[in-house]
């Protein structure tokens, strides 16, 4: 599996933006993905995700309300609708997708997940 996220940039705070993930390769063998961002000097925080099977979807406390994960099934890929940004959004997102059956038990947590994408700028100006 390969991922190639997309979609970052600068934007004012309030304003909105959408990240993209495309996944190639065994795409099936995905049990969750989900959006990661680091801040620089920061942990890789969790965003949001969601299980393949079911759809369940999760989103980390700072982005509740603001964000949307999403899911286009024929064309492998997933978004992160991104709105009402702050400042604090400012990091290098990630998309990642787990493989493993026990992938989905733990959707928040980075260790869930096997493959990355090379992340994405995305810059929140005050």
């Known amino acids: 599996v390969q991922l190639q996220a997309f979609g970052g940039g600068l934007e004012q705070a309030g304003g909105s933006l959408r990240l993209s993930c495309a996944a190639s390769?065994?795409?099936?063998?995905?049990?969750?993905m989900g959006w990661f961002r680091q801040a620089p000097g920061k942990e890789r925080e969790f965003v949001s995700s969601?299980?393949?099977?079911?759809?369940?979807?999760y989103y980390g406390d700072s982005v509740k309300g603001r964000f949307t994960i999403s899911r286009d099934s024929a064309k492998n890929t997933v978004y992160l609708q991104m709105n009402n940004l702050k400042p604090e959004d400012t990091a290098v997102y990630y998309c990642a997708a787990g493989l493993r059956s026990d992938s989905r038990s733990y959707p928040f947590d980075v260790r869930s997940y096997d493959i990355w994408g090379q992340g994405t700028q995305v810059t929140v100006s005050s």
């Open positions: 969601f299980r393949r099977r079911g759809g369940t979807t």
């Open positions: 390769g065994r795409t099936g063998s995905i049990v969750v």
